[in-house]
Nanobody, 122 residues
Framework: VQLQASGGGLVQVGESLRLSCGAS????????MAWHRQAPGKQRELVAT???????SYADSVKGRFTISRDIANNILYLQMSSLKPEETAVYYC?????????????????WGQGTLVTVSS
């Protein structure tokens, strides 16, 4: 699975931004997808996840402001972000988990996109 994130950029505090992540390759194997982020000098953290059935979950810090969604037909993952804060300046990564029920046994894997930079300026 190959993941290509886009939509990052420079925004002002309080503004909104939508990230997209296109998936290609063995997309039928994708189960859950997620967005992670890594701020300068900090560890990577989970932002939001969405299951193959559309169930979503969020980090407490983004609940009510971020929305994760998924266009399964077109293999696109989105992250709608609003009321952005300076501390949310980070590289945002999309992630796809896969499951393949192979003759030798099930195989699970995780794939990462290259990341897209979001800068929130005060």
């Amino acid at each position: 699975v190959q993941l290509q994130a886009s939509g990052g950029g420079l925004v002002q505090v309080g503004e909104s931004l939508r990230l997209s992540c296109g998936a290609s390759g063995s997309t039928l194997s994708i189960t859950a997808m997620a967005w992670h982020r890594q701020a300068p000098g900090k560890q990577r953290e989970l932002v939001a996840t969405i299951s193959s059935g559309g169930k979503s979950s969020y980090a407490d810090s983004v609940k009510g402001r971020f929305t994760i969604s998924r266009d399964i037909a077109n293999n696109i993952l989105y992250l709608q972000m609003s009321s952005l804060k300076p501390e949310e300046t980070a590289v945002y990564y999309c992630v796809a988990d896969t499951f393949d029920d192979l003759p030798d046994g099930p195989v699970v894997a995780r794939y990462w996109g290259q990341g897209t930079l979001v800068t929130v300026s005060s």
